[in-house]
């Protein structure tokens, strides 16, 4: 009797993304450079936006440098603006969240015809403001918050989801938030920011019921405090220890990558492909009932 053969099990297929195509906002620095160095590296098609072009194509320029060693199917011809064959692995768009809606649209169309269809958003372009109390915060501030972290996301999303659904093919949209978004804010001094990611992860699971008879997954990921370039000079301050033994259970604070890589990774990947509207809390247990609350004022 002849044996059956079978395929070797993987076990996390999302380390293998080839064809996939990824747009990521506020691509320019931070954790949207780093997811797109990352899903390249998976093997996405990366579209990398963000107002800073020049970044962007620094960027891009390094992925565009990587060596890549994907399957046929990753190195389909989809067709650029200009009607050539795209061929890079990353490509830069110039988009401002905080633009109106129609320079928003051309945008999305621009980065959708790069490659001819877009598989996910990730919604990553953020603004955290200064340090205010409510009752010291201006108008101004608030209305860059609001139309940077929430109506921003909406419209880009709104965009790039009716050509996913024009072209029946489905998608995942992966919204960045925070911890602070949650039901138990740790953060002082930051009244627009709290507001606009708890705004967005209700976002999150309203789209997720609407778009669902689409094919369109839509999830939020809320990271905690990371050692990232970012935040290399906090984590060199000697109180910040204080803070990881005092408020986060697991005492340490994490790296992004492979942290929040890896769910954005499983979240592209079809194997997620029943995942829809749950808020990803990565924050090492900080936001558990019982642990303290720190002041930033």
């Given amino acids: 009797m002849a044996i059956q053969q079978h395929s070797p099990l993987k076990l996390e297929p999302w380390n293998d993304l080839n064809g996939k195509v990824v747009m990521v906002t506020g691509a320019s620095s931070g954790l949207g450079r780093e997811f797109c160095l990352d899903l390249a590296r998976a093997g996405c098609k990366i579209i990398a936006a963000a107002r800073r072009t020049s970044r962007l194509q620094s960027l891009c320029d390094e992925i565009n440098e990587l060596d890549f060693s994907v399957s046929s199917s990753a190195l389909a011809s989809p067709i650029s603006p200009t009607g050539a064959v795209e061929s890079r692995p990353a ?3 110039e988009l401002d969240v905080c633009g109106h809606g129609k320079s928003i649209e051309e945008s999305v169309t621009k980065a959708w015809d790069y490659f001819g269809f877009i598989d996910t958003l990730v919604n990553n372009a953020g603004l955290r403001g200064s340090v205010k109390s409510p009752l010291e915060l201006s108008e101004k501030e608030w209305d860059d918050t609001m139309d940077t972290n929430l109506k921003g996301q909406w419209l880009v999303s709104k965009y790039v989801c009716i050509l996913m659904n024009k072209a029946n093919r489905g998608g995942s949209i992966i919204n960045i938030s925070s911890i602070s978004g949650l039901n138990r804010p740790l953060e002082m001094g930051a009244v627009a920011y709290i507001t606009s990611k708890a705004a967005l992860n209700t976002f999150t699971k309203v789209m997720a019921m609407e778009l669902g008879a ?4 839509v999830n939020s990921i809320c990271p905690g405090l ?8 906090l984590m060199k301050k000697d109180w910040i220890k204080n803070v990881a033994r005092r408020m986060v259970p697991l005492r340490t604070f994490g790296t992004s990558n492979p942290a ?3 769910i954005v990774r499983y979240l592209v990947h079809d194997s997620s492909k029943y995942v829809s509207g749950n808020i990803f809390i990565v924050d090492a247990g900080s936001t558990l009932p019982g642990v ?3 002041s930033s004022l």
């Fill in 91 to 93: 490509v830069a768009v």
């Fill in 226 to 233: 990371f050692k990232s370039e970012i935040t290399k000079d």
């Fill in 292 to 294: 303290p609350i720190f």
């Fill in 260 to 262: 929040l890589t890896t």
């Fill in 214 to 217: 689409h094919k369109i997954r």
